[in-house]
């Protein structure tokens, strides 16, 4: 959501396939975008693909990221690179790399362009009790607001600005990597945790 408001030629889609019963699936796509100050969101039911899992993808085309601000996002992704239990394929240019070297068969793709931030995993999708009740609803960690405060005392004493990232549990391993574009002050915003959702 940070990097929509003010910002209203960007927006955010949320596509999701995942499985109501042995033989059926659902997906879905969601569009987020800001309008007069307001987030507007457009949800419709779309054809199912054939693998269950989810994607999130900010466009930027008519409002680039600057090189700085793309900088930050790869510093972000350094992080990514001692977590062996899932593999973490990054694409900034032609191809895809494997970012941390993981041999694991749970896979995220991540492409990072001035123009396009995308996210993508094969995990278990997303029901749409899930996003109504979860999703769209910004809950708020008391531990994530704790450690900020205390990261921005500890830095004040140095003059500096910073935010902190939030601990990773095991199973939110693309917060840690969102964390820079949608946490300010400790505050979650919960529909980013459709990532953390790994295949069962």
């Known amino acids: 959501m940070y990097w929509l408001i003010g910002h209203p030629t960007r927006f955010v889609t949320i ?45 930027t085309e008519d409002d680039l990221f600057r090189p700085d601000t793309m900088l930050r996002f790869l510093k972000q992704l350094q992080k990514l690179q001692d ?14 790399t494997n970012l941390n070297n993981s041999p694991a068969s749970d ?13 993508q995993d094969m995990a278990t999708g997303i029901p ?9 609803i910004p809950s708020i960690s008391t531990k994530t607001i704790a450690l900020s405060e ?8 140095f003059g500096l600005q910073t935010k902190m990232l939030p601990t990773t549990p095991r199973d939110e391993f ?24 790994r295949r069962r």
């Open 128 to 136: 749409l009790e899930v996003l109504f009740k979860s999703l769209l």
């Open 83 to 96: 977590i062996t239990y899932v593999k973490f394929l990054v694409k900034t240019s032609n191809d895809y």
């Open 150 to 157: 205390q990261g921005v005392r500890k830095n004040a004493e």
């Open 15 to 59: 596509t999701t396939t995942y499985q109501i019963n042995p033989t059926t699936k659902c997906s879905w796509k969601l569009q987020i975008k800001e309008n007069t100050g307001n987030l507007r969101f457009n949800l419709q039911y779309i054809q199912p693909e054939t693998h269950t899992g989810s994607k999130i993808t900010l466009y």
């Open 107 to 119: 896979t995220v793709w991540i492409d990072l362009f001035p123009n396009l931030i995308g996210i």
């Open 174 to 197: 693309v917060i840690l990597f969102l964390s820079s574009f949608s946490l300010t002050c400790g505050i979650r915003v919960s529909y980013l945790q459709l990532c953390s959702t």
